[in-house]
Antibody
Framework: QITLKESGPTLVKPTQTLTLTCTFS??????????VGWIRQPPGKALEWVAL???????RYSPSLKSRLTITKDTSKNQVVLTLTNMDPVDTATYYC????????????WGQGALVIVSS | EIVLTQSPATLSLSPGERATLSCRAS??????LAWYQQKPGQAPRLLIH???NRATGIPARFSGSGSGTDFTLTISSLEPEDFAVYYC??????FGGGTKVEIK
């Protein structure tokens, strides 16, 4: 059974850096073709893809957020870390991490999500 | 960046009716198109991957079709638990704006 869980601060101030951790089980990020992605959803709005890291450390970023994003993995801990710099109130959202099965283009399993509020 | 446009934005139907949701891509995505269902307060759930393959445990009333730029999600007979928001997503990761299926 695959599980993922997001953790990090609920409240951040404008201009601060957000660091979110996705801790997962039931799969390995050393398996060929596997990825872990981050997707966010502002309150009452649509899903927005943020970033993706693959088993081979290939990284993909949303073009609109690329300059502010970093995604890394720690395979020994089964964790993926997302950092987003220079936070703004428009970054207020629920942030989800999700498992991308081997050589597939979808997200099969999702975490419960972590609400991040940006406010002074 | 590939843009996905979903229509209609809202679909008002009664239980037992057929629902047809559309997702159009700004350029070809081959068959790399997925559909998700999301209910209030919950994470999205994968319904369909690679345009027409049902994910594990998804009922047969959900079906997907299409290729290239035009895709359809069909719910053959709406059950009460199917009233939700549906999103499409393409290989390069962008999501559509969603279609809300509401009770008429």
């Amino acid at each position: 059974q695959i599980t993922l869980k997001e953790s990090g601060p609920t409240l951040v101030k404008p201009t601060q850096t957000l660091t979110l951790t996705c801790t997962f089980s039931g799969f390995s990020l050393t398996t060929s073709g596997v990825g872990v992605g981050w997707i966010r959803q502002p309150p009452g709005k649509a899903l927005e893809w943020v970033a993706l890291i693959y088993w081979n450390d290939d990284k993909r970023y949303s073009p609109s957020l690329k300059s502010r994003l970093t995604i890394t993995k720690d395979t020994s801990k089964n964790q993926v870390v997302l950092t987003l710099t220079n936070m703004d109130p428009v970054d207020t959202a629920t942030y989800y991490c999700a498992h991308r099965p081997s050589y597939r283009a979808d997200y099969e399993s999702w975490g419960q999500g972590a609400l991040v509020i940006v406010s002074s | 960046e590939i843009v996905l446009t979903q229509s209609p934005a809202t679909l008002s139907l009664s239980p037992g009716e057929r629902a047809t949701l559309s997702c159009r891509a700004s350029q070809s995505v081959s068959r790399y198109l997925a559909w998700y269902q999301q209910k209030p307060g919950q994470a999205p759930r994968l319904l369909i991957h690679d345009a027409s393959n049902r994910a594990t445990g998804i009922p047969a009333r959900f079906s997907g079709s299409g290729s290239g730029t035009d895709f359809t999600l069909t719910i053959s007979s709406l059950e009460p638990e199917d009233f939700a928001v549906y999103y499409c997503q393409q290989r390069e990761n962008t999501f559509g704006g969603g279609t809300k299926v509401e009770i008429k």
